[in-house]
């Protein structure tokens, strides 16, 4: 079977497991705002899903997107999720015989949209604690090169959770304006954050936020994110995106009321999934061998080290699902590192965090005897 046949496969079968707990993707789901469930109910019945939305969104959102970024200079293209912006910048300013830069661990999907226009991919290395599972000022200034045309940086860090300072961002930039890189700033999961800090702020004409409404909002499955960069530059981006008819209507509808209530709901959102951070954290540290590697994380999962407990994240992965509970193995992320640890998303109710946490020594127990789970997606 074809490698993209299996993991639709595999994937279809998670999403048409009844009640299964879902820890791998990072998603959120708590129950969605009633105002927000109301914008998409009320658009549904005004059937307005017979038009093509406006081609850069809609602008009520692309107005409150600039807004919650405080980037009211900038400019937004509203994109059929945050995957479709990284594939529109990845695939418009990669180049044959330039670099894509980047870390291990982070997001590997932006890395094949370089990698399919002709771009080497370098990442380096920041797992590990010597460095605090983050990209040091020293490490980038030594990989930019006049070969880098874009630098990625996934903040917080998807998979680790670190987030970076305004004084680490701010030289980030000042390396990408020295070689002439534009910075791609994906924001996925700035919202769960203590403190976060665009790098727009110190390098506006070639910085691009990536926005995703997925993770905070609990919009995965709508498909709606956007690009935020100087006019000029996303006049380039959206001269030909992969979608010029404009995002699912009705996805932009929720967007623009979950921006409206986000004030009065992210907060209990923040607090919930730390508290499930807590729990986690707590639970692995009463198994021997497991180790939280970044606590608290400044995203909405953790990665929880298995590797001194004797058993394969795999494994691990596959005594949880037989029990209805997904997590993610860290081989989706990193090759490199992924035989290390597991990811476990924060954002769902609490009672399937204390169903995991409960089941967490005998799940390792079981992983022990499990030498084969089969093809990880």
């Known amino acids: 079977m074809r490698s993209f046949e299996a993991r639709n496969r595999h994937f279809d079968r998670l999403f048409n497991t009844p009640n299964l707990m879902w820890f791998g993707q990072n998603t959120n789901h708590f129950p969605t705002h009633p105002a927000v469930r109301r914008a998409m109910i009320d658009s549904i019945e005004a059937e307005e899903f017979h038009a093509y939305a406006p081609p850069a969104g809609l602008e009520e959102l692309r107005t409150l997107i600039l807004a919650d970024l405080g980037l009211t200079e900038a400019a937004v293209l509203v994109t059929d999720g945050a995957v479709e912006a990284l594939y529109n910048v990845c695939r418009t300013l990669a180049e044959p015989g330039s670099e894509f830069l980047t870390t291990d661990p982070g ?143 009705i996805s932009q509808r929720a967007a623009i009321a979950g921006l409206k209530v986000k004030g009065e709901w992210l907060p209990d959102i923040n607090r919930r999934q730390r508290r ?34 004797g058993i394969s994240p795999e494994a691990l992965c596959e005594a949880f699902r037989a029990e209805g509970i997904m997590i993610r193995q860290g081989s989706y992320h990193t090759p ?21 946490c409960a089941k967490l020594p005998a799940m390792v127990e079981r992983a022990r005897d499990i030498e084969n789970p089969g093809p990880l997606f």
């Open 107 to 249: 997001w590997k999907w932006p890395m094949q949209f370089a990698m399919a226009s002709g771009a080497k991919v370098v990442e380096i290395p920041i797992y590990g604690p010597q460095n605090g599972y983050r990209l040091t000022v020293a490490q980038l200034e030594a990989a930019a090169t006049e070969k880098t045309r874009i630098i990625y940086l996934v903040d917080p860090n998807n998979p680790l959770g670190v987030c970076y300072t305004p004084a680490e961002i701010k030289a980030f930039t000042q390396i990408a304006r020295r070689v002439g890189a534009y910075f791609l700033h994906d924001a996925t999961y700035r919202h769960f954050a203590d403190e976060h800090t665009l790098a727009a702020r110190f390098y506006p004409e070639r910085s691009i936020t990536i926005y995703s409404f997925s993770k905070w909002l609990g919009l995965a499955g709508l498909r709606v994110g956007a690009l935020v960069a100087q006019p000029e530059l996303v006049e380039r981006l959206a001269a030909a995106p992969p979608n010029n008819l404009g995002c699912n209507v």
């Open 276 to 309: 499930n951070q807590a729990e986690i954290h707590k639970a692995a540290s009463r198994v021997p061998g497991l180790n939280v590697a970044v606590y608290p994380s400044q995203a909405n999962f953790l990665v929880v080290e298995c590797i001194d407990a």
């Open 336 to 356: 490199r590192f992924g035989h290390r640890f597991v990811k476990i998303a924060t954002t769902v109710p609490e009672a399937w965090s204390d169903a995991l």
